[in-house]
């Protein structure tokens, strides 16, 4: 039995995150991945960085496209092997601090294998017993598989396939309308594929608000591709055709050359033999506490397997907490009242903080604020004065501190945009710190001034106006 002071099971953020900091203090730790190649985990192989690497060589030739508006031509069809190549360079890059040998040079312990409890403190892997005062689970999670009928006929893609893709597919079938679906539709758009979505629900990104999400949609619609809302795919006749059914029983034929299929996410659970470590798994999700423990107290959950929120990101926020709780007398819940995603569309969708409908149920009192981007300059000049930015602040006067409580921006890079809403979020900085800054002129992010300015002037009242005058008699 070999001991350390922390087991990881799993590579990924969350996981890398919390092990880093411990090996820097001396503690021992061992880190288990199924592969070597899984280090690094869903974000390097088959989420993040690939993802952002297509899009970005698809924003170049969507760009590229659009220049035949000033004259410029451009006919040639895209290289699909230089794009893969190029995602494949991006990944390696990244990957070479985040591999085996490198780890081991940091200090870790590294097992490669499928790991499974032993007891409830103990895991195997390959036949080696390890133990340890406390255990991450942070094995993530996959692609929910689509299975009707015919699906066995289809050239099928999901995010573990689609950046190993061979052949450019003319026309692609998306089923499923929240982020990747939509990131993954709009970049092979660009390259040159004729799109078709089917969703299930009525809107696209229905975790984001619906007025932005409903223009983002329009412009979705605008640039050719076509939805199908409340409805879904029955089965597949052949390879290239299937049948689509809507609520009202209406069913329409389409015809693609491949299908990608995004249609949420399957924890990676099984098989790790939980009930031997006494950890209770419930509808397919382990049990958890908001400290992020099991029903195994010494088990602690990290990233997806935690459930609802599926971000590189929130498994970072995961592993900050769990150090906190693995040193402190003093134990942090899990809040995600400041958390943040983005949606990296043309434009992209950003949403921070507290949305309506949360304001809402939990009674807090606010004020809703919109701003247009129609007569923003930077806006004009950039061509995106279809912009939209919401934002919830806390009810004030002229003389109470108001602050920012989340808020939703749609525009050309909105999630380096709203950084600065999410830090006064997260600080609970007033709203003056927003209106007293000096932004150069015309950088993109003076909308946030004056969406935060033109409420100011809403607070002047008649009573304000009569104070100020007076004051303007005596002092000046």
């Not at 880190?31 to 974000?43: A, R, V």
């Not at 690939?50 to 969507?62: C, D, Q, R, T, W």
Request: proline content about 3%.
């Amino acid at each position: 039995m070999k001991k350390y002071d922390l087991i990881i099971i799993g590579a990924g953020s969350g996981g890398l995150s919390v092990g880093g900091f411990m090996v820097k203090l001396g503690f021992k730790v061992l880190m288990i991945s199924k592969t070597e190649h899984q280090i690094g985990g869903d974000c390097l192989n088959d989420g993040c960085v690939p993802s952002k690497a297509l899009i970005h060589v698809a924003n170049i030739v969507g760009n590229a496209r659009k220049a035949s508006e000033f004259g410029l031509q451009i006919t040639q069809e895209v290289d699909l092997e230089k794009i893969v190549k190029y995602i494949y360079d991006s990944q390696e890059v990244i990957r070479a601090h985040e591999n085996k040998p490198h780890f081991e040079k940091e200090g870790f312990d590294i097992a490669i294998g499928s790991a499974k409890f032993t007891g409830k403190n103990e895991v195997a892997v390959n036949g080696v017993n390890y133990t340890a005062k406390k255990i991450i689970l942070a094995t993530g999670s996959r692609p929910r598989k689509l299975n009707i009928p015919g699906i066995e006929m289809v050239k099928y893609y999901d995010n573990q396939s689609i950046f190993k893709i061979k052949e450019f597919p003319k026309g692609l079938l998306f089923i499923g309308g929240g982020p990747i679906g939509i990131e993954m539709a709009q970049a092979f758009q660009k390259l040159g594929a004729t799109i078709t979505v089917v969703h299930h629900g009525n809107t696209i990104l229905q975790h984001d608000d619906p007025d932005l999400t409903t223009i983002l949609t329009k412009r979705l619609e605008k640039s050719g591709m076509e939805f199908h809302f409340n409805s879904e795919i029955t089965y597949f006749e052949s390879a290239n055709k299937g049948f689509i059914k809507n609520n009202d029983g209406k069913i329409t034929p389409i015809e693609f050359d491949a299908v990608f299929v995004a249609i949420g996410r399957q924890l990676n659970i099984e098989n790790l033999d939980l009930e031997k470590a006494e950890i209770v798994v419930q509808n397919n999700r382990i049990v958890v506490d908001d400290y992020l423990q099991t029903t195994n107290k010494n088990v602690l959950l990290c990233g997806d397997v935690a459930g609802k929120l599926q971000f590189s990101h929130a498994a970072e926020q995961h592993g900050r907490l769990i150090i906190n709780n693995l040193f402190s007398p003093l134990k942090k819940k899990l809040n995600n009242k400041h958390m943040s995603w983005v949606t990296f569309t043309d434009p992209e969708l950003a949403t921070f903080g507290f949305s309506e409908k949360e304001l809402k149920s939990q009674n807090i009192t606010y004020e809703k604020l919109k701003q247009s981007f129609c007569d923003d300059d930077r806006a004009i000049v950039d061509d995106y004065q279809y912009g939209q930015l919401q934002l919830y602040i806390s009810k004030g006067s002229w003389f109470q501190k108001e602050t920012i409580l989340g808020g939703t921006m749609l525009a050309p890079k909105a999630g380096e945009l709203i950084q600065e809403l999410i830090l006064a979020n997260t600080a609970g900085l007033s709203i003056n710190t927003i209106v007293n800054k000096i932004y150069p002129y015309p950088v993109a992010t003076r909308i946030n001034q004056k969406i935060i300015a033109e409420h100011k002037q809403k607070i002047v009242t008649k009573k304000v106006k009569q104070i100020l005058h007076f004051a303007f008699k005596i002092f000046s």
